[in-house]
């Protein structure tokens, strides 16, 4: 393949601008944000199952706490209900009376068992409602530092972004120089070598694969025509002649 020496020394000026353009592709996807972020949003998701387990278990107590309620009032109307009976003096026989004075006994008992049961109760739900809250404080936290964290990428990917466009148009002015074969062969040898298709050859090793030619290698290029788009031997990458070849 030919090309003008100055098409060659243009596709120096390319891979640089390729170079730029696969660094700053490589800094969006590897910014520490989105690690940050991934681990964030993992974060809020754990507190959000947290809060509504939390706020599940309150509102099972609260059930729990009525239904209690409910018993000692049960206990305690039909503890009234009996002494209105016995101060009314329609109990006449004594064994009846003798009942019915056990039986308030045993309601005022079990009423006292029923409201320790409703404080147990409460304390527990106490309890419940403050660890609730301290998940929601936790996941309103989380929160802020994902948004903050989102907002840091975005800001990041915006300046990535500018710079990836003012470095791509430059590179479509420098590809507008070199011949369509001379494009596509460098384009082609990119995909196959690590994104680098092009290399100086500078004072006898090739800056692609960083190697020494040897003596017949550059022997063969010294005798190459100006025109002659020359390959290393070692990495087959197009190795551009300069001043500094040493040649």
Known sequence: MKAAPQAQLRLIDLQELDTALDRLAHRRRTLPELAEIERLQARVRELRDAVVAAETEVGDLDREQRKAEQDVEQVRARAERDRQRLDSGQVASAKDLSGLQAEIASLQRRQSDLEEVVLEIMERREEAENRAAAL????????????DAVRRRDENWQRIDEET??????????AKDIPADLLGLYEKLRGQFGGV??????????QGCHLALNTVDLNRIRAAAPDEVVRCEECRRILVRTPESGL
């Open 136 to 147: 929601r404080a936790d996941h309103r936290a989380a929160e802020a530092e994902l948004a």
């Open 165 to 174: 466009g003012t470095t791509s148009a430059a590179r479509t002015a420098v």
């Open 197 to 206: 298709g092009a290399a100086k050859l500078y004072r006898g090793s090739c």
